[in-house]
C-alpha cells in the first residue's frame, strides 16, 4: 500500500471545488480516507438512481431530511457521485442549506467526467458518454473500473473505514435498480442497517412490499420525515 495518496481538486466554479483520490486499489482506501480526513465519524451511505416523476417530491422531501440528520450528527455521506437522479438531489440539499457535512462520491473512473476531466468514450454506458459529476459533492474517491457496480464493494469497504470504532453506520435506499439491488446485498453482507424508503417506486418498494426480509432492513414510508430522521438518529447517534 502507498504510504501517501495523490490528493487533487476538481474545480467546479468560483469557490466551488471537490478534493479528489484515484487510489489504484481497494489495499490504498484506508490511507485515503485519513488524508481526506473522514474517519471516525457516523455513515450514511445513500443508494438509489433515477427518480421518477411520480416519486419526485416523496423522494427529494426524504433527501433533505436526510441531508438535515447528516448535518446535525456531523456524519458522512456516501453516495455514487453522479450529477443524476438520487445522488443529485443530495448535492443540491446539501448546497441549499448551506451544510458542511462531508458528501464522498464513489464512482468508477471509467464512467465519469468533470470540468477539465476526461472526455474520451465510455463504452460500456448508454451513448458512450460518461457521466458529469455532481458539483455540491465534498470529495470524490474515483476507482478502477468502466461499469457502474464496479464501486460497490469500494461503497461498503469506504464507510466501514469511516465509522472506524464508531461502528455506526447504515444504509438508505431509494428507489433503485440492478446496481443498487448490488449495493444492497453488499451493504448486508456487512451487517450494515438497510433503511428501505417507501413509496420511492423500484426496488426500494419491491422490497417495502415483500413479505421476507431480513432483519437488518426496517422499511420506513418516505413521506413519514419525523420517523425518518428518528430512525436514523436510532441507528447513528
Known sequence: ????????????????????????DIEE??????QMGLVDRPVIVLIGGHILPEHANITHQAIDMI???????????????????????????????????????????GTVTWPEGPRNAAPFLPNNEREQLEPHHSHFILVPGNEFGDESKWIVRTATMIAAERNKSVTVLANGGKVSQQDVEEGLQVERPLVVLAGTGRLADDIAESQVRNKLIKVVPAHNRRLLAETLRALLA
Not at 450529477?83 to 443530495?90: E, F, L, S
Request: glycine letters at 10%; aromatic letters at 6%; one cysteine or more.
Open 1 to 24: 500500500m502507498n504510504k501517501f495518496m495523490q490528493i487533487e481538486k476538481i474545480v467546479f466554479g468560483k469557490n466551488n471545488y471537490a478534493l479528489c483520490a484515484l487510489p489504484n
Open 29 to 34: 482506501l484506508e490511507q485515503t480516507v485519513k
Open 67 to 109: 441531508a438535515k440528520v447528516a448535518e446535525a450528527l456531523d456524519a458522512a455521506v456516501i453516495c455514487g457521485g453522479t450529477d443524476v437522479g438520487v445522488m443529485a438531489a443530495i448535492g443540491k440539499a446539501r448546497a441549499r442549506g448551506g451544510y458542511q457535512f462531508p458528501l464522498i462520491g464513489i464512482s468508477p473512473e
